[in-house]
Each structure stands twice: as C-alpha cells, then as structure tokens.
C-alpha cells in the first residue's frame, strides 16, 4: 500500500537547520510532482513547496521560506527532502509530504529558544 513516512524533524533553536526526509513506498515514485506542506498549531494547512518528477522544476510557494527552505529529491531512493536553514519560530509545524493521491503523518518541527 501507499506509504509516505516523514522524519527528521526536532526542536531546533530560532537559526538553526534541520533536514526532513520522505520516504515513499507502494507507488512509481518518479512519476509523480511531490509537495511538502505544514500545518501551524490552530491553523490551516499551507502549502511549501513543489517539486516535479525529474527535479527540473521547483516552485516554493510560502513567501516566507523563499530563499531559506530548499526542496530536492531522490528517485533512486524514493525520497523527498527539505532542507531548512535559519529557522524561525514561526516555521514551527508539523511537515508533511504529499503527492497528489495522499500525503504522510508528519513529522513535528519546534522552534523556539
């Protein structure tokens, strides 16, 4: 079955980095654009980023991670990463990955002092 595990999240002090990981199982993992997307404690799901099949296009969607997150991916080993780097507490959220027939558990990222 259709399998998308996130890890790597942590707490983190504000400037830090932390790198998340998405491993994908039960589906052609190279054929299919992959998201990253957080959801904020009492808020709405936004979306991150997104990355298509080959890695050739990449569009960050969230204003506020420009040039501070960057998504990539490995085909080889079915996953999907983002690298996060000056992190701030308002980046504090659980991250998922997701493609467009499911999405994972999430993985909780804390930022705070």
């Known amino acids: 079955q259709v399998q998308l595990v996130e890890s790597g999240g942590d707490l983190v002090q504000p400037g830090g980095s932390l790198r998340l990981s998405c491993t994908a199982s039960?589906?052609?993992?190279?054929?299919?654009?992959m998201y990253w997307v957080r959801q904020a404690p009492g808020e709405g799901l936004e979306w991150v980023s997104v990355?298509?099949?080959?890695?050739?296009?990449?569009?960050t969607f969230a204003d506020s991670v420009k040039g501070r997150f960057i998504i990539s991916r490995d085909n080889v080993k079915n996953t999907l990463y983002l690298e996060m780097n000056s992190l701030k507490p308002e980046d504090t959220a659980v991250y998922h990955c997701?493609?467009?027939?499911?999405w994972g558990q999430g993985t909780q990222v804390t930022v705070s002092s």
């Open positions: 997701m493609y467009e027939e499911g």
């Open positions: 039960g589906f052609t993992f190279s054929s299919y654009s």
């Open positions: 990355i298509t099949r080959a890695g050739i296009t990449i569009t």
